[in-house]
């Protein structure tokens, strides 16, 4: 069997890491391809895997449409020759588009209902849709529901152990107070007309922090004003989580880190434009049932919660008694997602 795995963050490589080595292992033939975007490229380097880059993150609405011819060709190009059997992607538009010239089935994994393009034309086109069962859309008998969410393939127990030598080797000490922030440039197709923090607010946040631990900020290139810089994190990509396990607190605009903190038993605050009533169903269950995470889409209603959580000596031994709770009902993750993909499940 021959599997494309089609990676555009670092999240996904992650997600599908424990995957393509269990094919790789089972004597299946293996291809990743990624997008120069963000840390993705680095991190594939850092973990030493082959990969061949088939297009460039662009910013701005005229630069993704001009983009989209040179990324389809590349791929169709890369698809062509690999002749796949399976191409696997968080839920890929250029999957979709190339699929009349290819026999490959298409497996999606998304998480996010509010992304136009994955429920109107990415999903209904695609073969396989495998979503956490708590997701709200229905796509019928191709749809596989996972008891879980995706960031566990990764973030389990049995899967991540925390070292704190990754931290003293970049100079933290994982047994003081610090602080993890990250901000994102809001530039995604998804991300149109939504929004994180401001500069005034980054600015603001870090400077109470500053006053219980050391700040360490993970920020997408050129967001940061000069102000900021010195709060850079010195953690490589790939070595993100732990970091993220041993920090007092995590706060963010991010998607993606706000559930592997939460996952991670770090208390966790989440602020965008996207919280809200219509927010992604995780987000909702993470808060709601669990207790891992807490939303807000409101500055001042953040700083409030960052106060009342600075008072709680044991937010910390909390959360990860909450985490110990949510994982002792789950089952293995990867075994399942290989499951939905071969259709066992």
Known sequence: MRVLFELTHPKHYYQFRHII?????DGHEIKIIARDKDVLLELLEKENHHFQIYGKHKKGLLGKIFNIADIFFNYL???????????????????VLIKPF??????????SEVVWLTKKIVAPYSDIVITPETYTIDYGKKHKRINGFFEECYLAPAAFKPNKSVLTEAGINPDSSYFVLRFISWDAN???????????????????????????????????????????????????????????MYIGDSQTMATESALLGTPALRYNSFVGPDDMSNFIILEKDHG????????????????????????????????????????????????????EA
């Open 77 to 95: 190009k890369i698809v062509r020759k690999f002749k796949p059997d399976f191409i696997v992607s968080k839920a890929s538009l250029y999957a």
């Open 190 to 248: 998804h991300d149109v007309g939504q929004f994180g923090f401001t500069d005034d607010e980054r600015l603001k946040l870090a400077e109470k922090l500053s006053k219980h631990g050391r700040v360490i900020i993970s920020a997408e290139q050129k967001i940061l004003d000069e102000n900021l810089q010195n709060y850079q994190n010195p953690i490589p990509p790939n070595k993100m989580h732990h970091l993220l396990y041993y920090a007092t």
């Open 21 to 25: 080595n269990v094919f790789h292992d």
């Open 102 to 111: 290819t026999g490959a089935k298409l497996v999606i994994t998304p998480d």
């Open 292 to 343: 891992l995470l807490r939303n807000f889409s409101d500055f001042r209603a953040l700083m409030q919660a960052v106060d009342e959580m600075l008072k709680k000596e044991d937010i910390k031994s909390e959360c990860l008694g909450k985490r110990k709770t949510y994982f002792a009902s789950k089952s293995d993750l990867n075994d399942q997602l290989i499951k939905a993909i071969l259709g």
